[in-house]
């Protein structure tokens, strides 16, 4: 029979799966990448047993608890608990403490004729150890910064190198005022979880860890301030790619690749785009300056309806053009100039990705 763990490095390393059974609101806050919620208490039974326990202690909440564990209720808990265990044996359960609600999920199992173990100290205890975790390695890995203008494949470089963390990847974001995906972003504890789990896993071999070079917001989600420290400390490789080829790679990320997030809208994709791409640039609008923000809204306003009109992408360009030469090249030229970084090399795209295989030993995907 299996036992109980505390063996949280383990849990991450394996890839673990792990039932939740702490509440939805509590779920929604933040929970593990392999985590699946099927609740003890709904988030109302949560308040009164938790308001109960409060006014009159323990053992009145264990006796509300079980008043309010209709036959109903306790068979909808245990099938979906079932289901989940058969799907899963080797995994685990938890609740917030490893306590109370942990405990009353076994017994409910063992009277089923289930042995499921828990994790001690729940889902606190593995919180505090991603942390705890997440402060070392940022401290211990050996970082290498793919950084260059906006538009020069840094992310694609990194998706085809091992030893790599994609920031924007686990952010679900691409970083800049344009950058939504069609992924929700995570919360920002989800988001340090899978930074950490992923640290955690590349600190098991030596070597150095290639990462992009990224603002502090990535969409909604802060990177660690150890991280941002590391990042700065950390040598620099630069990508170095034409104007004209960076605006042809974003227009194919964001123009191309951004319509099939509204394959499913009432109105039509060409035109749910144009309307989210006229919200971001408004964003930058102060940034940009009044005359300069209308003639690119104007070129904007041309680019979408050749878009819905001919299917051509090809009239964005001189739009993202524009963008990059009079708005992020030159703030990323003056927060380049503004810091001292170590450069190990600078080169174009494919000359950046062999080096790293060839120079940081990290082997290729």
Same mark, same amino acid.
């Given at each position: 029979?299996?036992?109980d763990?505390a063996?949280?490095?383990?849990?991450?390393?394996?890839?673990?799966p792990?039932? !939740?059974?702490?509440?939805?609101?509590?779920f929604n806050r933040?929970a593990?990448?392999?985590?699946?919620n099927?609740p003890l208490?709904d988030?109302?039974?949560?308040?009164?047993?938790?308001?109960?326990y409060?006014? !009159?202690?323990?053992?009145?909440a264990?006796?509300?608890?079980?008043e309010l @564990?209709?036959e109903?209720?306790?068979?909808a +808990?245990?099938?979906?608990?079932k289901?989940?265990i058969?799907q899963f044996?080797?995994?685990?359960?938890y609740c917030?403490?490893?306590g109370?609600?942990?405990?009353?999920?076994q017994?409910l199992?063992?009277?089923e004729? /289930? !042995?499921y173990p828990m994790?001690t100290g729940?889902y606190?205890?593995?919180?505090?150890?991603?942390l705890?975790?997440?402060e070392t390695?940022c401290?211990? %890995? @050996?970082?290498?910064?793919?950084?260059?203008?906006?538009?020069?494949?840094?992310?694609a470089?990194?998706?085809?190198v091992?030893r *790599?963390?994609d920031?924007?990847?686990?952010?679900?974001?691409?970083?800049?005022?344009?950058?939504?995906t069609?992924?929700?972003q995570?919360s920002q504890i989800?988001?340090?979880?899978?930074?950490?789990?992923?640290? /955690?896993?590349?600190s098991?071999q *030596?070597g150095?860890?290639?990462?992009? !070079?990224?603002s502090? %917001?990535?969409?909604?989600?802060a990177l660690p301030?150890? /991280?941002?420290? @590391?990042?700065? *400390?950390?040598?620099?490789?630069l990508?170095?790619?034409?104007?004209?080829?960076?605006?042809?790679?974003?227009?194919?990320?964001?123009i191309?690749?951004? /319509?099939?997030?509204f394959s499913?809208?009432?109105k039509l994709?060409?035109?749910s785009?144009?309307?989210?791409l006229?919200f971001?640039?408004?964003?930058? +609008?102060k940034?940009?300056?009044?005359?300069?923000?209308?003639?690119l809204?104007e070129?904007?306003?041309? @680019?979408?309806?050749?878009?819905?009109?001919?299917?051509?992408?090809?009239?964005?360009?001189?739009?993202?053009i524009?963008?990059?030469r009079?708005?992020?090249d030159g703030s990323?030229?003056?927060?380049m100039?503004k810091?001292?970084?170590?450069?190990?090399f600078?080169? *174009?795209h494919?000359?950046v990705?062999?080096?790293l295989?060839?120079?940081?030993q990290?082997?290729?995907?």
């Amino acid at each position: 029979m299996r036992t109980d763990t505390a063996n949280f490095t383990k849990l991450f390393l394996e890839d673990t799966p792990l039932l !939740d059974i702490r509440a939805p609101v509590e779920f929604n806050r933040g929970a593990f990448p392999l985590a699946e919620n099927y609740p003890l208490l709904d988030n109302r039974q949560r308040e009164l047993i938790g308001t109960r326990y409060k006014s !009159d202690g323990q053992q009145a909440a264990i006796e509300l608890g079980w008043e309010l @564990a209709s036959e109903e209720v306790l068979a909808a +808990r245990l099938s979906a608990w079932k289901k989940f265990i058969d799907q899963f044996p080797s995994g685990y359960l938890y609740c917030f403490r490893g306590g109370l609600r942990s405990r009353m999920a076994q017994k409910l199992l063992r009277a089923e004729g /289930l !042995d499921y173990p828990m994790v001690t100290g729940g889902y606190k205890a593995m919180r505090s150890f991603l942390l705890a975790e997440l402060e070392t390695q940022c401290q211990s %890995l @050996a970082f290498v910064v793919v950084a260059g203008h906006t538009g020069s494949g840094k992310t694609a470089l990194l998706n085809r190198v091992q030893r *790599s963390v994609d920031l924007e990847g686990i952010a679900k974001h691409r970083g800049s005022s344009f950058g939504r995906t069609d992924s929700e972003q995570p919360s920002q504890i989800d988001f340090e979880n899978q930074l950490s789990i992923d640290l /955690l896993k590349l600190s098991q071999q *030596s070597g150095p860890v290639a990462i992009e !070079d990224e603002s502090r %917001l990535i969409g909604r989600c802060a990177l660690p301030p150890t /991280l941002q420290a @590391a990042m700065q *400390s950390a040598p620099r490789v630069l990508v170095e790619e034409p104007l004209e080829a960076r605006a042809q790679r974003i227009v194919r990320d964001y123009i191309s690749d951004g /319509l099939k997030r509204f394959s499913g809208s009432e109105k039509l994709p060409a035109q749910s785009l144009g309307e989210e791409l006229h919200f971001n640039l408004n964003k930058i +609008r102060k940034r940009l300056g009044g005359l300069r923000y209308k003639q690119l809204d104007e070129a904007l306003t041309s @680019a979408n309806r050749e878009l819905q009109q001919h299917n051509n992408s090809e009239a964005y360009i001189p739009v993202v053009i524009a963008l990059l030469r009079d708005y992020y090249d030159g703030s990323y030229d003056y927060l380049m100039k503004k810091s001292e970084h170590k450069i190990l090399f600078r080169g *174009s795209h494919a000359e950046v990705q062999q080096w790293l295989v060839d120079s940081c030993q990290l082997r290729q995907k």
